[in-house]
């Protein structure tokens, strides 16, 4: 195929967008937004677990942080990863309708999203997820003229086999090696270390100086590289891509109608297996809340095995929402509600950096020094008000731009030159028609 020219491709045009995705995609950011304020940008991860469990109000925050364990925890951030594949399937049918290649234009598209991923990670929040998506894409567009049957056996291999081969060489390789006393004694080395530098991110992050909290992200996420759990991370996203992969040339989300028979089924089913697997590790953290050393260290073998099975609860339980909401967006009345997430699922690249700035200065020293001091319920109602204001700001952005401020910059410096970026102003005789 030909290299793309200016002539030959360009970004998406209003008429040719799926809106459903757009509405999904929006919906998706929402609680991605929810995970990372109640774990990460309110520094409740970072607390030790007493203090953390000191925070809560007996019923409510119990209440709540069930409900977010159950219903949230995890299956938001999958479904976004599965639209990033399933966008990817997308933008390589349009290329190749257009007789060009995807990689060349695509390869420009991930360097400029690992740029902006990097500058995010480093300069404002160590928990970037952009930088992680862009290295992936390259992997991903190996993937490009694969069998479907190919996709499916790969992304099954990347989430039921990869997960418990690493654990495994993780948890009885060292002890092959070096023995179980040294094994363990390392161990304890590594989980104090990684203790010392989660209390020292935290007073970084309540410090009332932005060079000082700063200066303790980009610490933490340099000592996150050698986290031994990035692999097996790496390994559920990409899987999940190559989940969206599929989907997308499978036209599940496109083509509502004609999949409504096994969209109905991913419901069922993903509801009812997601939802027996949250519950049942709910109730295992329920049953020894606040209990000292928990979780244990060395962990019985049906607590593996359980920690092996969240991962595909969270993949079929975000397989339902999926499959839910593109149900439920073909009936009218469902369609005008879900609609009202679309312009934030549009322009989700800049929504995703604002909340984090914003949270910033919500919770770190420099701004309202919130941070560690925020029940689970009180975090959860200060996200949602911060969304809705996104959301209302993102319709009234899209109603005079075409693109968000941040989507304008990556299309730009991807298709190297400025993109149009207003709404052109409707003739007087269009608008009499």
């Given at each position: 195929?030909?290299?793309?020219?200016?002539?030959?491709?360009g970004?998406?045009?209003?008429?040719?967008?799926v809106?459903?995705?757009d509405?999904?995609?929006?919906?998706a950011?929402?609680?991605?937004?929810?995970?990372?304020?109640l774990?990460?940008?309110?520094g409740?991860?970072?607390?030790p677990?007493?203090?953390s469990l000191?925070?809560?109000?007996?019923?409510?925050?119990?209440?709540?942080s069930?409900?977010?364990?159950?219903?949230?925890?995890?299956?938001?951030?999958?479904?976004?990863?599965?639209?990033?594949?399933?966008?990817?399937?997308?933008?390589?049918?349009?290329?190749?309708?257009?007789?060009?290649?995807?990689?060349?234009?695509?390869?420009?598209?991930?360097v400029?999203l690992?740029?902006?991923?990097?500058v995010?990670m480093?300069?404002?929040?160590v928990?970037?997820?952009?930088?992680?998506?862009?290295?992936?894409?390259?992997?991903?567009?190996?993937?490009r003229?694969?069998t479907?049957?190919t996709?499916?056996?790969?992304?099954?291999?990347?989430?039921?086999?990869?997960?418990?081969?690493?654990?495994a060489?993780q948890?009885?390789?060292?002890?092959?090696?070096?023995?179980?006393?040294?094994?363990?004694?390392a161990?304890?080395v590594?989980?104090?270390?990684?203790?010392?530098?989660?209390?020292?991110?935290?007073?970084?992050?309540?410090?009332?100086?932005?060079?000082?909290s700063?200066?303790?992200?980009?610490?933490?996420?340099?000592?996150?590289f050698?986290n031994?759990?990035?692999?097996?991370?790496l390994?559920?996203?990409?899987g999940?891509?190559?989940?969206?992969?599929?989907?997308?040339r499978?036209?599940?989300?496109?083509?509502?109608?004609?999949?409504?028979?096994?969209?109905?089924r991913?419901?069922?089913?993903g509801?009812?297996?997601?939802?027996?697997?949250?519950?049942?590790?709910?109730a295992?953290n329920?049953?020894?809340?606040g209990?000292a050393?928990?979780?244990?260290?060395?962990?019985?073998?049906?607590?593996?095995v359980?920690?092996?099975?969240?991962?595909?609860g969270f993949?079929?339980?975000?397989?339902?929402?999926?499959?839910?909401?593109a149900?439920?967006?073909?009936?009218?009345?469902?369609r005008?509600?879900?609609?009202?997430?679309?312009?934030?699922?549009?322009?989700?690249l800049t929504l995703?950096?604002?909340?984090?700035?914003?949270?910033?200065?919500?919770?770190d020293?420099?701004?309202?020094?919130l941070?560690?001091?925020?029940?689970a319920?009180?975090?959860a109602?200060?996200?949602?008000?911060v969304?809705?204001?996104?959301v209302?700001?993102?319709?009234l952005?899209?109603?005079?731009?075409?693109?968000?401020?941040?989507?304008w910059?990556?299309?730009s410096?991807?298709?190297g030159r400025?993109?149009?970026?207003?709404?052109?102003?409707?003739?007087?005789a269009?608008?009499?028609?």
């Amino acid at each position: 195929m030909p290299e793309p020219s200016a002539d030959s491709v360009g970004p998406v045009d209003l008429s040719e967008r799926v809106h459903v995705l757009d509405a999904l995609r929006g919906f998706a950011l929402a609680g991605v937004f929810i995970s990372n304020s109640l774990s990460w940008f309110s520094g409740r991860i970072l607390l030790p677990r007493e203090q953390s469990l000191a925070l809560a109000a007996p019923l409510l925050d119990t209440v709540v942080s069930s409900l977010y364990s159950l219903f949230i925890d995890q299956k938001f951030i999958t479904l976004f990863s599965f639209l990033f594949g399933l966008g990817f399937s997308l933008q390589m049918t349009r290329a190749e309708s257009r007789g060009v290649s995807i990689v060349p234009l695509y390869r420009r598209r991930l360097v400029v999203l690992l740029g902006i991923g990097a500058v995010h990670m480093f300069a404002l929040w160590v928990g970037d997820i952009l930088s992680t998506y862009a290295l992936l894409g390259f992997v991903l567009l190996l993937f490009r003229k694969r069998t479907d049957r190919t996709l499916l056996t790969w992304a099954l291999v990347l989430y039921l086999v990869m997960p418990p081969v690493i654990m495994a060489v993780q948890t009885f390789g060292p002890v092959l090696v070096y023995g179980e006393e040294e094994t363990a004694r390392a161990a304890k080395v590594v989980r104090d270390e990684e203790a010392a530098n989660r209390t020292a991110f935290l007073a970084g992050l309540a410090s009332d100086s932005v060079v000082t909290s700063q200066q303790a992200n980009l610490r933490f996420g340099v000592q996150g590289f050698s986290n031994p759990n990035r692999l097996l991370w790496l390994c559920i996203i990409l899987g999940r891509f190559l989940l969206g992969m599929w989907a997308g040339r499978q036209r599940l989300m496109q083509d509502v109608e004609r999949h409504r028979k096994l969209l109905r089924r991913l419901v069922a089913w993903g509801l009812t297996a997601g939802g027996a697997l949250g519950g049942a590790a709910l109730a295992v953290n329920l049953s020894h809340r606040g209990m000292a050393g928990w979780p244990p260290a060395n962990p019985p073998l049906w607590m593996v095995v359980m920690r092996l099975l969240r991962e595909p609860g969270f993949l079929v339980m975000g397989a339902a929402y999926a499959a839910a909401f593109a149900l439920l967006f073909q009936k009218e009345r469902w369609r005008k509600a879900l609609s009202v997430f679309a312009p934030a699922g549009r322009m989700a690249l800049t929504l995703y950096l604002m909340q984090t700035v914003v949270s910033l200065w919500l919770y770190d020293g420099w701004g309202l020094g919130l941070v560690g001091h925020l029940p689970a319920s009180t975090c959860a109602l200060l996200t949602v008000v911060v969304f809705a204001v996104q959301v209302g700001l993102s319709h009234l952005w899209l109603a005079r731009f075409r693109f968000g401020p941040v989507e304008w910059l990556w299309r730009s410096l991807t298709y190297g030159r400025a993109q149009p970026m207003r709404l052109a102003s409707p003739s007087p005789a269009g608008a009499t028609h």
